[in-house]
Nanobody
Framework: QVQLVESGGGLVQPGGSLRLSCVAS????????MGWFRQAPGKEREGVSS????????YYADSVKGRFTISRDNAKNTVYLQMNNLKPEDTAVYYC???WGDGIYETSAPYDYWGQGTQVTVSS
């Protein structure tokens, strides 16, 4: 059974940090580009970051550039999103996704598999 499971979300104060993890099961991430998306209440889902299957290329939305870092450990079948200097506007449900190929995909269409999401709330 193909599955992506996110973890690491929670409540954090502005300026704080969280590290999200996404573990894949039922398939190997070696040949998949990985992405993180988020959706805030009343807003459309937006691409936050993506990383190619070889880790050679990354993409960050302008809103998170310099604060978030995406990485992957193919041996652990896991992708991470380190989030620093969090802001209230980062509050959303965060989803990871896997898409076949070595590209970096900014939109949701190329992704084949999705996790169930993890809530991130930034509030004092």
């Amino acid at each position: 059974q193909v599955q992506l499971v996110e973890s690491g979300g929670g409540l954090v104060q502005p300026g704080g940090s969280l590290r999200l993890s996404c573990v894949a099961s039922g398939f190997t991430l070696d040949y998949y580009a990985m992405g993180w998306f988020r959706q805030a209440p009343g807003k459309e889902r937006e691409g936050v970051s993506s990383i190619s299957s070889s880790s050679g290329r990354t993409y960050y939305a302008d809103s998170v550039k310099g604060r978030f870092t995406i990485s992957r450990d193919n041996a652990k079948n896991t992708v991470y999103l380190q989030m620093n200097n969090l802001k209230p506007e980062d509050t959303a449900v965060y989803y990871c996704a896997a898409g076949w190929g070595d590209g970096i995909y900014e939109t949701s269409a190329p992704y084949d598999y999705w996790g169930q999401g993890t809530q991130v709330t930034v509030s004092s």
